[in-house]
Each structure stands twice: as structure tokens, then as C-alpha cells.
């Protein structure tokens, strides 16, 4: 396999523009081997380079779990973003080299379920579509239920709906009854799961039907799109481990500073969400801007701990355990 600093070369084999916003790109080994094996709900970051500056942007596998001759990401154009998106439309072409991590999981499948129950809204779909695959090889008992902005937006939709027929329930935006996130959840066997990635309300509404019907948490996952990186004043942060003092520009998150510094940060979402980059303030003088999902109400006013993927300071003095 071909590996370079850590990261795998792929050749992109194919582009397809599935939707106004959504291009597909199918990535092979150059020389034709295998890739790393994955679960369902897997992603990989993508590293792209523009001059001086360092994407690196996650994006979930829609391939086959089963079949590692190729792996599909699915990228929607973002033109607020910070610019990964942007590059990867209008850049990259059908026999480029992209540089990709191996993959992680943050979104897997519960081993004992029962019956699976997917809600999904918009690229919300894109780590689904691997999930499918393992259940239905594995004759798992599912469900899709997918929302979509309007009938321009269907592509990826009516592909599932090829594949697993009744099973995928399609919503389009003005041309069908709206998604009834409770009747859904409404009187399901013991056993059920329930999945959900999309947009924040979706989410919510989600979490708060499941909470009055009386599912229990450990039987509801969800995955939010998170904003990766961050922006914001610029700010010094010294890492004790390497005895350094790196400055975090305004366009750049501490983790990417670090990066870009030579120096390695453990991490996996890149967006406030998984908990692995979670650091160790050692010392602070002045205020912390936490911008994370995970550390609890009680941690961030503690000021001991502090997310590197998302959060800044405003701080005269900040020494963390890196
Ligand atoms: S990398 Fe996931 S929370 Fe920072």
C-alpha cells in the first residue's frame, strides 16, 4: 500500500455530480491494491494542500464495507466554508492523487440490535449508505427514512431506494408529506435502534420523540454535521511537552497551528464532537472560548481541559499538555 507520512495515495477514478451541491469521487489504491477494511458509518479525512496552506476535511465511506477494491466519500460543496469543499469540486479531477487517512469510526452500527431505524436529512445520507450495505448483507432488519431539499436533491435517495426497495422511504420537500419523525419511532419492538444524521433540528426532534416515547439513550445515535476548525482573534499557546510557544493566526485552530508546526495532535472529528484531541490547560491566564459538543458545562467553566480541533483563547498566558 502506498503510504506516505501516514497518510494512503489514492487515485480519484471517478467524478459524478450527483446533485447541484454533491459530487461523488471514487478513490483506488494507484497501483490496484486493496485499501484498509472498514465498518459501516466509517469516514476518512481527506489532506489537501493550496500553497501554504493545509486542508484536512473528514468525510464518511459510502462504499461497500465488503469491498475494499475502492472507497466512495460523497462532498458538498460549501462556499462559506473554509475552502476544502471549494478545492475538492473545482480542483481535483478523474486521475488526480489525493492524500487520505486510514478510516475511523465515530458513527458504528449496534452490534445487537433488533431492528435499525435510519433518519436522515440532505448529505446527512452519506454515512448511511455504508451501513446499509453491512445490514443487508448481514440480513439485518432496516429502515431509511431520507429528506430531501427538493426533487433536484433525489439522486442519492432513489439510488438507495434501487437498491433495498420498501425499505427506503423517500421525503421530497414540497411533493410529499413531510417526515413524521414520532410516527416513526412510534411502536417499535424492543431491540430497536435508532440513527440519525442531518441537519440540527432534524436531530433534536429526533432525540426529543425518541425521550417522550421512552427509547433509552444508549438506544439513539446521531451524528451532527460539524464545522471543522475554527476562526477567530489570533492567540499564543505554549505546548508543554514540546517546549514551544506557536502563534494561533486568525484563520487557523490550534490543532492546525500545531500541524502545521511539525508538531502531531491526536485527533478524529476535527469538530468539537469525538473527544480524542481533549488536552490538559496546565495554565491559564485569562479566558478560554470553548467551541466543543463534548466537554460537559462543569469542565469548561474548570478551565483544566480544552479541545485544540475547535476551541480558542483570550487569554495572556495558556500552557496546554501537548
Ligand atoms: S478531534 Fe474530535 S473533539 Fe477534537
Same mark, same amino acid.
Given at each position: 500500500?502506498?503510504?506516505?507520512?501516514?497518510?494512503?495515495?489514492?487515485?480519484?477514478?471517478?467524478?459524478?455530480?450527483?446533485?447541484?451541491?454533491?459530487?461523488?469521487?471514487?478513490?483506488?489504491?494507484?497501483?490496484?491494491?486493496?485499501?484498509?477494511?472498514?465498518?459501516?458509518?466509517?469516514?476518512?479525512?481527506?489532506?489537501?494542500?493550496?500553497?501554504?496552506?493545509?486542508?484536512?476535511?473528514?468525510?464518511?465511506?459510502?462504499?461497500?464495507?465488503?469491498?475494499?477494491?475502492?472507497?466512495?466519500?460523497?462532498?458538498?460543496?460549501?462556499?462559506?466554508?473554509?475552502?476544502?469543499?471549494?478545492?475538492?469540486?473545482?480542483?481535483?479531477?478523474?486521475?488526480?492523487?489525493?492524500?487520505?487517512?486510514?478510516?475511523?469510526?465515530?458513527?458504528?452500527?449496534?452490534?445487537?440490535?433488533?431492528?435499525?431505524?435510519?433518519?436522515?436529512?440532505?448529505?446527512?445520507?452519506?454515512?448511511?449508505?455504508?451501513?446499509?450495505?453491512?445490514?443487508?448483507?448481514?440480513?439485518?432488519?432496516?429502515?431509511?427514512?431520507?429528506?430531501?431539499?427538493?426533487?433536484?436533491?433525489?439522486?442519492?435517495? /432513489? %439510488?438507495?431506494?434501487?437498491?433495498? $426497495?420498501?425499505? +427506503?422511504?423517500?421525503?421530497?420537500? #414540497?411533493? @410529499?408529506?413531510?417526515?413524521?419523525?414520532?410516527?416513526?419511532?412510534?411502536?417499535?419492538?424492543?431491540?430497536?435502534?435508532?440513527?440519525?444524521?442531518?441537519?440540527?433540528?432534524?436531530?433534536?426532534?429526533?432525540?426529543?420523540?425518541?425521550?417522550?416515547?421512552?427509547?433509552?439513550?444508549?438506544?439513539?445515535?446521531?451524528?451532527?454535521?460539524?464545522?471543522?476548525?475554527?476562526?477567530?482573534?489570533?492567540?499564543?499557546?505554549?505546548?508543554?511537552?514540546?517546549?514551544?510557544?506557536?502563534?494561533?493566526?486568525?484563520?487557523?485552530?490550534? /490543532? %492546525?497551528?500545531?500541524?502545521?508546526? $511539525?508538531?502531531? +495532535?491526536?485527533?478524529?472529528?476535527? #469538530?468539537? @464532537?469525538?473527544?480524542?484531541?481533549?488536552?490538559?490547560?496546565?495554565?491559564?491566564?485569562?479566558?478560554?472560548?470553548?467551541?466543543?459538543?463534548?466537554?460537559?458545562?462543569?469542565?469548561?467553566?474548570?478551565?483544566?481541559?480544552?479541545?485544540?480541533?475547535?476551541?480558542?483563547?483570550?487569554?495572556?498566558?495558556?500552557?496546554?499538555?501537548?
Amino acid at each position: 500500500m502506498n503510504t506516505h507520512n501516514g497518510t494512503l495515495s489514492v487515485r480519484v477514478t471517478r467524478i459524478e455530480q450527483l446533485t447541484p451541491e454533491i459530487k461523488r469521487f471514487t478513490l483506488n489504491d494507484p497501483q490496484g491494491k486493496h485499501l484498509p477494511a472498514f465498518s459501516g458509518g466509517s469516514h476518512v479525512v481527506v489532506v489537501l494542500e493550496e500553497g501554504e496552506k493545509t486542508y484536512r476535511n473528514a468525510y464518511s465511506l459510502m462504499s461497500s464495507p465488503y469491498d475494499s477494491s475502492a472507497y466512495q466519500i460523497a462532498v458538498r460543496r460549501v462556499d462559506t466554508g473554509r475552502g476544502g469543499s471549494r478545492l475538492l469540486h473545482d480542483q481535483v479531477r478523474e486521475g488526480a492523487l489525493l492524500q487520505i487517512l486510514q478510516p475511523a469510526n465515530l458513527f458504528p452500527l449496534a452490534k445487537h440490535a433488533r431492528q435499525h431505524l435510519f433518519i436522515a436529512g440532505g448529505v446527512g445520507i452519506t454515512p448511511v449508505y455504508s451501513q446499509l450495505e453491512e445490514l443487508q448483507l448481514k440480513q439485518a432488519t432496516f429502515e431509511l427514512h431520507l429528506a430531501v431539499r427538493g426533487p433536484e436533491h433525489t439522486a442519492l435517495g /432513489l %439510488e438507495l431506494k434501487a437498491r433495498y $426497495g420498501e425499505k +427506503v422511504h423517500l421525503y421530497v420537500q #414540497g411533493q @410529499a408529506a413531510r417526515m413524521d419523525i414520532r410516527g416513526i419511532l412510534a411502536a417499535r419492538p424492543l431491540g430497536s435502534h435508532v440513527y440519525v444524521c442531518g441537519p440540527d433540528s432534524m436531530i433534536d426532534d429526533t432525540l426529543d420523540s425518541a425521550h417522550a416515547l421512552g427509547w433509552t439513550d444508549s438506544h439513539i445515535h446521531y451524528e451532527r454535521f460539524v464545522e471543522q476548525g475554527s476562526t477567530g482573534q489570533p492567540f499564543s499557546v505554549t505546548l508543554a511537552r514540546q517546549g514551544v510557544t506557536i502563534e494561533v493566526p486568525a484563520e487557523q485552530s490550534l /490543532l %492546525e497551528a500545531a500541524e502545521q508546526a $511539525g508538531y502531531q +495532535v491526536p485527533y478524529l472529528c476535527r #469538530g468539537g @464532537a469525538c473527544g480524542y484531541c481533549e488536552t490538559e490547560v496546565l495554565e491559564v491566564e485569562g479566558e478560554l472560548d470553548h467551541r466543543d459538543d463534548w466537554l460537559s458545562e462543569e469542565d469548561k467553566l474548570g478551565k483544566r481541559k480544552f479541545m485544540p480541533c475547535v476551541s480558542r483563547a483570550n487569554c495572556s498566558r495558556l500552557v496546554v499538555d501537548l
